[in-house]
Nanobody, 122 residues
Framework: QVQLVESGGGSVQAGGSLRLSCAAF????????MGWFRQAPGTGREGVAT???????SYADSVKGRFTISQDNAKSTLYLQMNTLKAEDTAMYYC????????????????WGQGTQVTVSS
């Protein structure tokens, strides 16, 4: 079992920055992929960024060049540095983990955090 706890959300003005964190607890040694997803009201959960155990990363086109996903050396904490935030980045952000290589679909992830709200005002 794996528990994921997000933090770092908040309200910022457009152009600002936030850094999200996700602490992982439990049987994390078998996790191959961790990622960030987001969900705005009335929409489905979309992938934002993922990182495989080999360090390879993937980003949604909408955040490329603005967001950076990273992990600490122990791979127990996942981060998402978000710069040049836009109003359309407003959403609940979720951390997710998977026992296999990263995939784009939220349904293929085994564990989820409770989410942290990001609100960007224009």
């Amino acid at each position: 079992q794996v528990q994921l706890v997000e933090s770092g959300g908040g309200s910022v003005q457009a152009g600002g920055s936030l850094r999200l964190s996700c602490a992982a607890f439990g049987y994390t040694y078998s996790i191959d992929c961790m990622g960030w997803f987001r969900q705005a009201p009335g929409t489905g959960r979309e992938g934002v960024a993922t990182v495989n155990s080999d360090g390879s990363t993937s980003y949604a086109d909408s955040v490329k060049g603005r967001f950076t996903i990273s992990q600490d050396n122990a791979k127990s904490t996942l981060y998402l540095q978000m710069n040049t935030l836009k109003a359309e980045d407003t959403a609940m952000y979720y951390c997710a983990a998977r026992y296999a290589a990263c995939r784009s679909w939220a349904d293929e992830y085994n564990y989820w955090g409770q989410g942290t709200q990001v609100t960007v005002s224009s």
